[in-house]
C-alpha cells in the first residue's frame, strides 16, 4: 500500500533558501516563468513562507534565517558555487525561455542544446548561485 498523495497536484516540491528572497522571486518569476501562489512576508523585511508555481509543479521558498531547519542548508555561496541537488522544469519552447533567462541576466552554465535522450534544454544559475535545468525532455 502507498502512502503516496493520489490527490495532489504534485507530490515532490523543493524547498530552497535565499538571502534576499524577494529579488529571488521576481527574478524567478520574470526569468524562468513561475507564478506567485502563496508570499508570506517576514516581520525583517524577507519572505517566512513562498508558494512558486509552475505548470502543474511548485517551489517552496524561504529566506535564509538562523534556525533549526535553516542550519541543516548551505547556500551555493557557502560552498564555492557548488550545489547539492537542482530543479529541472519541464516547458514547451526551450529557445523562448533560454532567451528570456538570458534577458534577466541568468549565468548559462551548459548551453541549449538537443539531448541525445530526447528533448531540448540548457542549465543555468539564478542570482544567488541555485541551478535550474529547463527543457522539452518530459520523463512522463
Not at 517551489?59 to 530543479?87: F, W
Request: proline residues 4%; hydrophobic residues 40%.
Amino acid at each position: 500500500m502507498t502512502t503516496t498523495a493520489k490527490a495532489t497536484r504534485a507530490t515532490t516540491i523543493p524547498c530552497l533558501r535565499y538571502h534576499d528572497a524577494p529579488a529571488a522571486i521576481a527574478w524567478l518569476c520574470q526569468a524562468l516563468g513561475f507564478e506567485q501562489q502563496l508570499v508570506v512576508p517576514d516581520d525583517d523585511g524577507g519572505i517566512a513562507h513562498a508558494q512558486l508555481s509552475f505548470g502543474n509543479g511548485m517551489i517552496m521558498l524561504a529566506s535564509v534565517i538562523d534556525s533549526e531547519y535553516g542550519r541543516l542548508m548551505k547556500q551555493p555561496g557557502e560552498l564555492h558555487g557548488a550545489n547539492t541537488q537542482s530543479c529541472y522544469l519541464v516547458v514547451d519552447d526551450a529557445d523562448r525561455v533560454y532567451r528570456r533567462a538570458l534577458e534577466a541576466g541568468a549565468e548559462i552554465v551548459l548551453d541549449i542544446k538537443d539531448e541525445d535522450y530526447g528533448g531540448r534544454g540548457f542549465t543555468c544559475r539564478d542570482p544567488e548561485g541555485h541551478i535550474w535545468s529547463l527543457g522539452t525532455y518530459d520523463p512522463w
